[in-house]
């Protein structure tokens, strides 16, 4: 099993960005999560809400640090229907990480390994890649995603 070089947890300030949208075709949300994400975003989620009047919408939510700011507004003012944002600043609290590869009937795959006071307390097979391999080999996905998991246990013992 190879594996990469331990990032030790992170506390530090972040925000959310929200913006409400009831006038935008929902069928967007997966294109500006990936552009958000690609932007710099820590994090995308979207939630269905109801809005004045009764009418149905759904809230943007983006965790970003303080320097990814602008990247955000440019995205989202330019991708979505929203007039403003709010900014909620938020103290974060990010496990260790560590990225591991093992070898599986479907190739290499990637693990993130999380890791709180030296203690591996999570871990889960790069969800991407085991989308990929279940395509290519035509299996299911969860076939693929206890494959690796599988392995990760055999390969790092008694830590999991």
Not at 113 to 122: D, L, N
Not at 127 to 135: G, I, S
Not at 137 to 151: A, D, F, G, T
Request: hydrophobic residues 40%; contains cysteine; aromatic residues 8%.
């Amino acid at each position: 099993m190879e594996h990469s070089h331990r990032q030790e947890h992170t506390d530090g300030g972040m925000v959310v960005i929200q913006a409400n949208l009831d006038d935008m075709n929902p069928e967007f949300t997966s294109y500006i999560t990936d552009l958000l994400l690609a932007a710099g975003a820590n994090d995308v989620y979207w939630i269905p809400i109801i809005m004045k009047k009764g009418r149905p919408g759904i809230m943007l939510n983006v965790l970003v640090g303080e320097e990814g700011i602008a990247a955000m507004e440019q995205v989202i003012f330019a991708e979505t229907t929203t007039l403003g944002l709010r900014y909620i600043r938020a103290e974060c609290h990010r496990l260790g990480r560590e990225f591991f590869r093992v070898e599986t009937c479907f190739g290499p795959m990637t693990v993130k390994v999380g890791y709180h006071q030296g203690k591996v307390v999570q871990f889960a097979p790069e969800f991407r890649e085991c989308e990929e391999a279940a395509r290519l080999h035509k299996v299911p996905l969860k076939e693929v995603y206890e494959e690796v998991r599988s392995r990760y246990r055999s390969a790092a013992g008694p830590l999991v």
